[in-house]
């Protein structure tokens, strides 16, 4: 059997389509425009025949250049290559999801003329099937995929596999839940994280981190409360630089945490530290067990408030952007911080449909998020 597709920037659709039709052989056909489709095949054909794909179906893969821009051409292209194949609708099926508009209007009209079964994946793993009846293709009833279809698949080969723009230049820490983890009590969660317990006790990892700098404690206590929840496996401090020729080398940015799970990539940004007006709370209180705070004194501390707000705001954003676009459009993002974020931000975040996620609601708030028609 063999499956074409159109390799468009979205990696996820492809790897579904692939796990679930189980097919031999694969014909990525993909355009000329490189960050649209021809880097997303390459890409998507080295993890095809990587190790990170599980070796009970690896597909034979190949590609197939076809402009983006002219109809007939594109019909015409899957139909020299399933000529040369002998492919027809009982060895042969297509899938509609990736390329641009044109390209799978094309598509569908080969299916049409060559009587080849096609289907479309949306979003929410949906599967719209299309057979030929006489000279039309006729829709067929939908069904919803596994969401747990690409369970086995690794995080930081889907995630290697979605970026453009950036590559890793460090894959962090694998971590998995060890024996005691498994048998800690859901319940215990809580009162362990407010007394601000070391969460790698209920951990097992591939690289060591000898030491756990500030912050990164609530960065292990999000990634067992996954695991805890379900997630097989959850990649840590993700490290990546811009993908430039004879680039700088200096990194762009740093993923907390990615995982994979029910038919996406997430990615979870962790901040575990105080807001500026709690800092200069802080500040207040102990000036105020020193000496009597002035209308000038106050109105000092006031500007340096907003000052820090106004300073902490553009590295905000640039942690939540870095975290949405990795994720990728079918991908998840999500934030954890200790105290809630500035206007501005959560602003920007909602824009991105990105959740925040307090530390205090931790566990019953990522519950909510990966196991959504469970009840808290």
Known sequence: MTLFTLASRQIWPQVLAVLHTCQERLVLFHSREEAESLRPAERLRAFFLSAAFPHTHPPNVELRPVPHDRFQVVVEALANVAEEGALDGSNCRVHLTGGNKLMAMAAAEWCRLAGVPCFYLERDLRVFPFFPVGPDLQPQPDFKLDPHLARDLDALALLRCQ????????????????????????VEFSALLARQHDFRQFLAWDVAEPDVRAGEGLEYAVAFALLKLGVPAVQRSVRLSPRVLRGSGREEGELDLVFNWAGKLWVVDCKDRHAAGTRIDHLRTEILSQVTVTPRLETLLSNLAEELRERDLKPLKEDLLIASEAAGLLGRALCVRRTPLPIQAM?????????????????????AQIHPRQPL
């Open 163 to 186: 970026l453009d723009a950036s590559e890793i230049v460090s894959s962090g820490q694998r971590l998995t839940i060890n024996p005691r983890g498994v048998k800690l009590p859901e």
């Open 347 to 367: 602003e920007f975040a909602a824009s991105r449909r990105l959740p925040i996620i307090l530390k205090d609601q931790l566990f019953q708030e990522l519950r």
